[in-house]
Structures are given as C-alpha cells and as structure tokens.
C-alpha cells in the first residue's frame, strides 16, 4: 500500500516545504526528503505529490509529461495518477507512494509517513 495519502494522520509527519506563492499553479517541485526524492504538482490550486522513482525501472517519473492526474513516465512511458501513485499504464505494474500534502498558512506541508 503506497497511497499514503488515504493513512491514519497520526502516522505521517508533516514537513514544510516552501511558501505556497513558489510554486504556482502548472508548476511542480522536486525535493529530497530523508533520502527519499518526491515531487509536488499544482494542479489548478490543488496539490498533489509523488514519489519521483518510477516502479517499472526507477526513472525519474516527476519529470514527465502530465495531462490532467496522468503523468508519463519519461523513460519508458508508464503512467501514473498523481494523486494516489495508481499505476495507469504499462510497463510499469506496481502503484508508486503518493504522499499527503497540505497548505497552512500560505506554507507547503508534505505528509511522509513515519517508520
Ligand atoms: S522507468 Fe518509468 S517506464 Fe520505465
């Protein structure tokens, strides 16, 4: 189960991230958190985030072509929902984590799940 965005709130921890006005809407965000390297979209004033390792071979996914939720893996052409890491077409089989986002305050918070 890697849609962590469906998880008890008592078991992800909350990190900010950026103020809210850097990343504008059709934009997106790359970060590194505790080795781990995720992405965070605005999609017309929703945010959204991924990990940025494709399932099917660890291409980074977070650069791909988004259309709507869907985005493209670059390397081999996967697709993902960015909103609940489902995979939704091959060669990629496996979902890959989606992680909780919220706004406080004009400031990003990403959800990352505690060990
Ligand atoms: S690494 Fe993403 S489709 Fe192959």
Do not use: W
């Not at 990190?15 to 990343?23: H, Q, R």
């Not at 991924?50 to 650069?63: K, L």
């Not at 670059?74 to 909780?100: C, E, L, N």
């Amino acid at each position: 189960m890697y849609n962590y965005t469906k998880i008890d709130e008592s078991k992800v921890e909350y990190v900010e991230i950026a103020p809210a006005s850097e990343l504008p809407n059709g934009e997106r965000l790359f970060v590194e958190i505790g080795g781990k390297m995720i992405v965070i979209f605005n999609i017309a004033g929703q945010f959204f985030s991924i990990a940025d390792v494709c399932s099917h071979d660890d291409g980074p996914v977070g650069e791909g072509t988004l259309e709507g939720y869907n985005i493209t893996c670059p390397r081999h052409g996967a697709q993902f929902d960015v909103r609940t890491g489902k995979v939704m077409q091959m060669p990629a089989v496996v979902d890959i984590p989606a992680y909780p986002v919220q706004v406080r305050d004009g400031n990003i918070f990403l959800g990352i799940p505690r060990e």
